[in-house]
């Protein structure tokens, strides 16, 4: 009796890859084009954010907590105010918490938009592209209007927000909400009616409803399995309750079981647009006048935190990608937190689609990685100094390497950047 | 939305909220354990409870005994001077909102810093065991894949970025790593 | 032997071939790129961006990779010089210059020897997500040739019956067309062999569903990934050869009508006027075959476009033959 010989490769997909958005290496065994097994290996993107966390005081934390990702910068800042609020006791007016869950839903309709976006040119469906990405245009202007940025916004401080939405920004979120009511059909129709789409997403990288328990899957991709998991609506955070949140399952959207695969995904991002739209109509009817922020000059904010934060605190909002979760320790009498960690939601759905994807095709695996929508830059957040035997370059070597080979190239650029007088400080 | 079970009355007897009966069950099953609950401003109670180090584990699985589909939330290492700590959280009873938000903490000591593994009980809490590894350098016993997670593979032994102590990352090591502000002596202290 | 008869006339006519149809097969790339990104409401390339480009590759450094062997550096220009080779036997709104009995099979062995070389340059550059590209690529090879084979054989076999002088070549189609045969049996037999040429047309090219081994850089950089420089730009100028040379098969079956006729010419001047006529030809089939079609689908895996063209394209290609050559039989 012979035996069946296998071959097995091994095949990395990334970390430079055309297909996925963000370094990240997954070791894929293939046995011909079926997948055996994924392993995933994270720290291209480490920088440090935790180490550079213990030498910040709380209101420049809040500056490096909004940039460690660009698509859900809102989500990183809401979070982290929440968690210094808890430990510190503040209480944040009406107004603001009103403010806070308008722009958090405006973020998470352009993220979903990206993310369908994504979706359709991972399967090589090209148009599908660059019609959302048209649409998600109009969100990023309306953005821009009320916070001043595309991305980034900035709008949170610890007891507050920093902005406030006058008339002209409530009329342009009302038309916003009638653009999008008028095109989502057609969105609708592309994404759960088309053929192609249909063949390639059905049935493929399914997560199964105990995976995705088991593993701590949270998002639309816990959601897409059946999960019934939804920060907002779990912890009963801010105003949400009142304006009606629940976590949207593919039931709602597609009529059938959820099957835990890409096309139920698609459809719970979809459903979620829906009801980020009733969201928004309810918060502005609803939202009332008052002062935003709970101290109003903001130079007294670093002391009054400095006797106020005792203990310890927790913040959990729901990003895009799904449950985000921060947690702060202070000392009365210190301007610094003791300890600030953060959990972003890609890290454990990271986990839950290697394994899910086991017994599909390679053609499946950057569909599979762009469904759980990746945001791997605040995945890796932890500290890479390496001293001994390597050199470390600052930034001054950097950028005197770079203007170099900029002479080379061209010697007769005009120009210097090289920062004159005090410049960084480095 | 009714929540009338997170409003405080302090005039009649209050209903057990969710919170109120966990706490209770944990007390009972294990006295050794301290458990407290915290109330923010705006309303939203956390069960606090730190567990010694031999009934950690035992106090895992009773949890996922009380809810089946408790899902794991973060694990947070900590370096409290003396000791190491982990914490983690967990969110159960989130059928109906608002769930329950429930963080466990277990220390061990600086020359033992051994932990039991959860692994068995919640499948992902490996990838933060092995990130607390690293960078806190606590040893987790009967962790299934004790990789490295985040750091490179060459990154030298013995030195955990996230101490606060001699075995972090020595001053020297690092250049122009601090922010302007307190290089130049920060606020007038 | 008559020196330019034999040889100066058909390597100077093949030359000219070779520019005219370089040109316009890059026109035709840039004319395709520009409507498909007027299609998703963006600007789109200038028309002769693919021109610029091929310019550009090829004044750029080749990297080849330490595990390539002899046949990398090779398979590119074998497989440039199959597609000059195959111009010679195609008919582009005249007679082929080399056609003689029996060159369709010739033909079909040129077409398919382009794709056998670009599996070979791929497999031997050592990079794993070449030979995932080269393995859908022989897939799909192997899955689209029987059906086109099938019906091209039929056809040829009826259209012999009608009297030709030289019986399956490429030149039968300007003596008789399929069309001509007059019973409703054949003309059923041939529009269904019209629907199998144009899905065998989408594959070859591979477009819209199949766009799966050739420059499929999402998934796993298929059989183009290490390449760069000269050789990529003679793979660019391949591809682009071999969909003008598949298209020209297509029209010149199904609509191989010239208009020099008309013109009342004759000669040299006549082949010429049938080439602008047949180019214009080959670029409206190839705007509803691969602009259209590109814009509107996306990739299917390569287990389903291969089951795809087992049962759509054979299948209608044996019902359509058996319409054909029934009524030969009969």
């Known amino acids: ?426 | 939305m009714t929540d009338d079970n997170v409003i405080m009355e302090k005039v009649e007897v209050k209903e057990p909220t969710k919170e109120d009966l966990v706490a209770e069950a944990i007390k009972n099953r294990f006295p050794s354990a301290e458990v407290e609950i915290k109330e923010n401003k705006w309303g939203k109670r956390r069960v606090w409870v730190r567990v010694p180090r031999e009934d950690y584990k035992a106090l895992m699985k009773f949890i996922v005994e009380l809810d089946p589909e408790a899902h794991y939330s973060i694990g947070i290492e900590q370096d409290y001077g003396e000791e190491l700590g982990y914490m983690s959280h967990i969110l159960i009873n989130y059928e109906e909102a608002p769930g329950v938000s429930l963080l466990v903490e277990v220390r061990a000591p600086k020359d033992d810093p051994v932990i039991p593994d959860i692994s068995d009980v919640f499948p992902i809490a490996v990838q933060y065991e092995r990130e607390a590894a690293e960078m806190m350098g606590i040893v987790f016993e009967g962790i299934p894949d004790s990789r490295r997670l985040f750091l490179p593979d060459d990154f030298p032994e013995g030195i955990y970025p996230l101490r606060l102590d001699e075995k972090g990352i020595s001053e020297e090591a690092v250049k122009n790593a601090g922010h302007p502000y307190y290089i130049k002596g920060g606020a007038k202290k | 032997m008559d020196v330019m008869a034999n040889i100066v006339y058909p390597v100077a006519g093949l030359i000219g071939l070779y520019a005219f149809v370089s040109l316009a097969s890059l026109l035709w790339e840039g004319i395709d790129r520009k409507l498909v990104a007027r299609m998703q409401r963006r600007v789109g390339p200038p028309l002769l961006q693919p021109l610029y480009d091929f310019f550009k590759l090829a004044s750029k450094e080749t990297i080849v990779p330490n595990t390539a062997n002899f046949m990398f550096r090779a398979a590119p220009v074998l497989a440039l010089a199959t597609a000059i080779a195959l111009l010679a036997y195609t008919p582009m709104g005249f007679e082929p210059l080399l056609s003689s009995k029996g060159d369709v099979i010739v033909f079909i062995y040129l077409l398919t020897l382009i794709g056998f070389f670009k599996i070979l340059g791929a497999i031997s550059s050592g990079s794993p997500y070449a030979k995932i590209g080269a393995a859908r690529e022989a897939a799909i090879m192997v899955s689209r040739e029987p059906a086109m084979m099938l019906a091209i054989f039929a056809i040829m076999w009826r259209l012999g019956k009608l009297g030709v002088e030289k019986p399956f070549s490429m030149g039968v189609f300007y003596q008789h067309n399929i069309w001509e045969t007059g019973t409703p049996l054949s003309f059923v037999g041939a529009v269904i062999l019209l629907y199998v040429f144009v899905i065998w047309l989408a594959s070859e090219i591979e477009v819209g569903y199949f766009n799966i081994p050739d420059a499929e850089e999402e998934i796993a950089e298929g059989l183009l990934a290490e390449y760069s420089g000269r050789y990529l730009a003679l793979l660019k100028l391949t591809k682009a050869l071999k969909a003008y040379i598949a298209a020209s098969l297509v029209v010149s079956i199904f609509f191989p009508w010239g208009i020099a006729g008309y013109l009342n010419l004759s000669g040299l001047s006549a082949d010429i006027v049938n080439l602008l006529f047949h180019t214009l030809k080959v670029f409206i089939l190839l705007f509803a075959v691969q602009s259209v079609f590109r814009a509107t689908t996306g990739r299917l895996r390569v287990t389903q476009a291969v089951e795809f063209l087992w049962k759509n394209a054979f299948l209608a290609s044996l019902i359509g033959t058996l319409l054909i050559a029934m009524e030969v039989i009969m």
């Open chain 1, 1 to 426: 009796m012979t035996e069946k010989v296998e071959y097995w490769v091994k095949v990395p997909i990334g970390p430079i890859h055309p297909g996925l958005e963000e370094p990240e290496k997954f070791i894929l065994t293939l046995d011909g084009e079926r997948i055996i097994n994924v392993d995933v290996k994270l720290g291209y993107n480490l920088r440090g954010i935790q180490w550079i966390a213990y030498r910040r005081n709380y209101v420049q934390m809040m500056y490096l907590v909004e940039r460690i990702c660009g698509i859900c910068s809102f989500s990183h800042n809401h979070t982290y105010s929440r968690a210094v609020e808890e430990a510190a006791g503040i209480e944040v007016p009406e107004r603001a918490e009103y403010i806070r869950a308008i722009v958090g839903e405006l973020e998470r309709l352009h993220s979903h938009l990206l993310n369908l976006g994504v979706v359709g040119h991972d399967i090589g469906y090209d148009t599908v592209l660059h019609l959302t990405w048209l649409a998600r245009e109009k969100v990023m202007d309306v953005l821009e209007a009320i916070s001043g940025n595309r991305v980034n916004y900035s709008m949170v401080t610890i007891g507050g927000v920093r902005r406030d939405i006058d008339e002209k920004g409530k009329r342009l979120i009302l038309d916003l909400i009638k653009y999008y009511r008028s095109i989502m059909p057609q969105i609708e129709e592309v994404f759960l009616h088309d053929p192609t789409i249909e063949a390639r997403l059905r049935d493929a990288a399914v997560v199964s409803r105990r995976i995705a328990k088991e593993y701590g899957a949270v998002g639309p991709t816990a959601r897409g399995s059946g999960l019934k998991v939804d920060a907002r609506w779990s912890e009963g955070l801010g105003v949400y309750p009142d304006l009606g949140v629940k976590p949207v399952l593919p039931q709602d959207v597609t009529g059938e079981k959820p099957h835990g695969d890409v096309y139920d995904r698609t459809a719970v991002r979809i459903g979620e647009i829906h009801q980020s739209l009733e969201l928004l109509e309810h918060a502005l009817d609803q939202m009332p006048d008052g002062k935003i922020k709970a101290f109003p000059k903001d130079n007294v904010l670093v002391a009054k935190l400095k006797i106020m934060v005792d203990g310890e605190g927790v913040g959990r909002y729901e990003a895009p990608r799904g449950e985000l979760v921060h947690y702060v320790r202070g000392k009365k009498g210190s301007d610094k937190p003791l300890r600030w960690k953060a959990r972003e939601p890609t890290f454990p759905n990271l986990f839950a689609i290697a394994k899910g994807l086991v017994g599909n095709q390679v053609a499946d695996v950057v569909v599979a990685i762009a469904s759980i929508d990746p945001c791997l830059s605040c995945t890796d957040r932890v500290a890479v100094v390496q001293g001994g035997k390597k050199i470390v370059l600052t930034e001054k070597d950097l950028l005197k390497a770079s203007i170099e080979k900029t002479r080379e190239l061209n010697p007769d650029v005009k120009g210097d950047p090289t920062p004159i007088g005090f410049g960084c400080a480095r």
